[in-house]
């Protein structure tokens, strides 16, 4: 997710917004904050938000410029009142190591201001005997700290922990504001709007975007809807030479089935006049004219064979030959 400002925030996490902003004008934000959530709901980029709102150099009504010393180091990690703790890449737990530094960092004033923020995200990873050592700080904070958890899993950190936090809930984004938030950051419409339905998630969709693999898988579902909408095109070849070999394993297959069933549904909602939910939304003419030598019925089958399918996938049957079963079967409804 690219950088939170609180007019993003407020349009993706209303509540959470609202109890943030209000806490900063009355100047009574709690020592410590526990923000929870499922993944890409914006839960890290809001505790930087905060840093920033909290230490911005040139403030605006409120809100941090962004543009400043103080913003930048925060946004890059850099800012010697800021502490970021995190499970190290491939770690499995925040070790022991990374909160004793914490621990020790909470005995000092800040370095350039009178605040000092610490952020620790993936909370639940925190071994037992961390979380009983951070529970000291919480229990009884030192003056102008602010502590600012993470978690995915709330259920996965000790009671003690949740109790003396307070619990702001991030919920799922939709798939919309997933879209959004990766044009916003520069992604192409029509990969944004096919990786945001695929996950639901704005990390997943971010990384899926940046697989070169994705445009050209999505280019190849398309080659394969035009071939099994023209009985002159027959595409069983396609697929041995061009469509197999791309989609070269379970997980990739199990997309491709996913981006052909956006298609069959694209053309349900043009069948049912909703326009707005067509996920193809650059291919409307192309829809539109298969539209007029499919019924309804025939689209519904054809979105059947694709689940059955998936599902065939899912039971580990050979990839090639549960794309032969489907093909055979798709080109048969025209």
């Known amino acids: 997710m690219a950088g939170m400002n609180w007019e993003t925030l407020t349009g993706q996490q209303k509540i959470v917004s609202r109890v ?14 526990l923000f929870e959530g499922s993944r890409g709901t914006g839960k890290r980029q809001t505790a930087l938000l905060l840093a920033q709102t ?32 995190a499970p190290e890449e491939g770690a499995a737990t925040i070790k022991k190591e990374q909160i004793a530094y914490l621990m020790k960092e909470f005995t000092f004033h800040g370095v350039e201001s009178a605040k000092k923020i610490f952020i620790i995200e993936e909370a639940e990873k925190m071994t037992t005997q ?17 502590a600012l958890l993470t978690t995915d899993h709330i259920h996965q950190l000790l009671d003690t922990i949740i109790s003396r936090c307070q619990v702001l809930t991030f919920l799922p984004l939709t798939d919309r504001a997933v879209e959004s938030a990766l044009e916003e950051a520069g992604q192409p419409h029509q ?19 940046a697989d070169p693999w994705f445009a050209g898988a999505r280019a190849q579902v398309l080659q394969l809807v035009l071939k099994l909408s023209n009985s002159a095109e027959p595409a069983l070849p396609f697929i041995y030479e061009k469509f197999s070999p791309d989609f070269d394993s379970n997980q990739r297959m199990i997309i491709g089935l996913d981006l052909l069933l956006f298609w069959y549904k694209d053309l349900m909602s043009l069948q049912l006049d909703r326009t707005g939910a067509v996920i193809y939304d650059d291919q409307t003419d192309v829809l539109r004219n298969q539209l007029i030598r499919l019924s309804r019925d025939q689209i519904l089958q ?27 079967r ?5």
């Open 54 to 85: 909290l230490l911005c150099e040139a403030p605006e009504n409120g809100a941090p410029c962004q543009q400043c010393r103080n913003c930048r180091r925060i946004a890059s990690g850099n800012h010697p009142d800021v502490i970021r703790i």
């Open 20 to 33: 943030l902003r209000h806490a900063l004008e009355r100047q009574e934000l709690a020592h410590a904050y």
């Open 130 to 146: 961390a979380e009983n050592s951070l529970l000291k700080f919480i229990e009884e904070p030192h003056e102008g700290t602010l």
């Open 330 to 334: 798709l080109g048969g409804i025209r």
């Open 191 to 209: 990969l944004a709007r096919l990786a945001a339905e695929l996950t639901h998630d704005e990390s997943e969709a971010a990384a899926l975007c």
């Open 302 to 328: 054809s979105m059947e064979l694709i689940m059955s399918a998936r599902k065939q996938l899912d039971a580990h049957v050979n990839g090639l030959s549960v794309l032969e079963w489907l093909v055979i």
